[in-house]
T-cell receptor
Framework: GEEVAQTPKHLVRGEGQKAKLYCAPIKGHSYVFWYQQVLKNEFKFLISFQNENVFDETGMPKERFSAKCLPNSPCSLEIQATKLEDSAVYFC?????????????FGAGTRLSVL | EDQVTQSPEALRLQEGESSSLNCSYTVSGLRGLFWYRQDPGKGPEFLFTLYSAGEEKEKERLKATLTKKESFLHITAPKPEDSATYLCAVQAPGANNLFFGTGTRLTVIP
C-alpha cells in the first residue's frame, strides 16, 4: 500500500491481559520501526526490523514485549500481561532506506488503554 | 548522552505573523535531522530532512535550516491550517531509529 496501516486504532485491555497490535508497512519498504508515544509527545524507540529480521531491539523492554515481521503478513507488536504504564499510542513507521536516506513514514498509531 | 531540545514548548501566532521554531541537539556525527508535523490523533507526517550544516529546504510556507548545533523551522505568513505540533528528530551514528524532541505546539489564530 501507499501508507503505513496500523490496526486497531484503539485497544482497551484490563491489567494483565494480552494486547496485540498490527502494522502493514508501505509496499517496497524493507525497514519497520515501532515507537511508543506517551505524555508530552515523548517518543520512545522500541524495535526495528529489516525485512523479517530484528535489526535493533535496544529499546524493547526485556519482559512482556515481543515483535515479529513475517513474510506476507503484517508486522505485530505483542504485550503479554499489560500494565497500567503500557497505556500509550504505539506508532509503526517504515522506511525504504534508499541511498542512505532514512525517511520514516508513520502510521496513524494504535492507542492502547490499560484499565 | 544524545539530546534533542525543542523550543518553545507552545507558540500562538496571529495569521500572517512569521516566526521560528528551534531544535537544538547534542549528537556527535549527526546522520540526519528530520522535521515532522503531527496533528491530533494522527501519526507524524514527514516534512524535511537535513544532513549537513548550512543546508536549507523549503516547502510552501516552511523553511528548515541546519547548523552544527541546531535547526530552525521558519514559518512565513502562517495560516490556521498550519496549526499542529512540530517534531524534530535526529538519527545518531550507528543507529537507524530516530530520537525525537518533545515538539512545539503551534496555534495560528485567524
Amino acid at each position: 500500500g501507499e501508507e503505513v496501516a496500523q490496526t486497531p486504532k484503539h485497544l482497551v485491555r484490563g491489567e494483565g491481559q494480552k494486547a496485540k497490535l498490527y502494522c502493514a508497512p508501505i509496499k517496497g519498504h524493507s525497514y519497520v520501526f515501532w515507537y511508543q508515544q506517551v505524555l508530552k509527545n515523548e517518543f520512545k524507540f522500541l524495535i526495528s526490523f529489516q525485512n523479517e529480521n530484528v535489526f535493533d531491539e535496544t529499546g524493547m523492554p526485556k519482559e512482556r514485549f515481543s515483535a515479529k515481521c513475517l513474510p506476507n503478513s503484517p508486522c505485530s507488536l505483542e504485550i503479554q500481561a499489560t500494565k497500567l504504564e503500557d497505556s500509550a499510542v504505539y506508532f509503526c513507521a517504515s522506511s525504504q532506506m534508499a541511498g542512505g536516506q532514512n525517511i520514516q513514514y508513520f502510521g496513524a498509531g494504535t492507542r492502547l488503554s490499560v484499565l | 548522552e544524545d539530546q534533542v531540545t525543542q523550543s518553545p514548548e507552545a507558540l500562538r501566532l496571529q495569521e500572517g505573523e512569521s516566526s521560528s521554531l528551534n531544535c537544538s541537539y547534542t549528537v556527535s556525527g549527526l546522520r540526519g535531522l528530520f522535521w515532522y508535523r503531527q496533528d491530533p490523533g494522527k501519526g507524524p507526517e514527514f516534512l524535511f530532512t537535513l544532513y549537513s550544516a548550512g543546508e536549507e529546504k523549503e516547502k510552501e510556507r516552511l523553511k528548515a535550516t541546519l547548523t552544527k548545533k541546531e535547526s530552525f523551522l521558519h514559518i512565513t505568513a502562517p495560516k490556521p491550517e498550519d496549526s499542529a505540533t512540530y517534531l524534530c528528530a535526529v538519527q545518531a551514528p550507528g543507529a537507524n531509529n530516530l530520537f525525537f524532541g518533545t515538539g512545539t505546539r503551534l496555534t495560528v489564530i485567524p
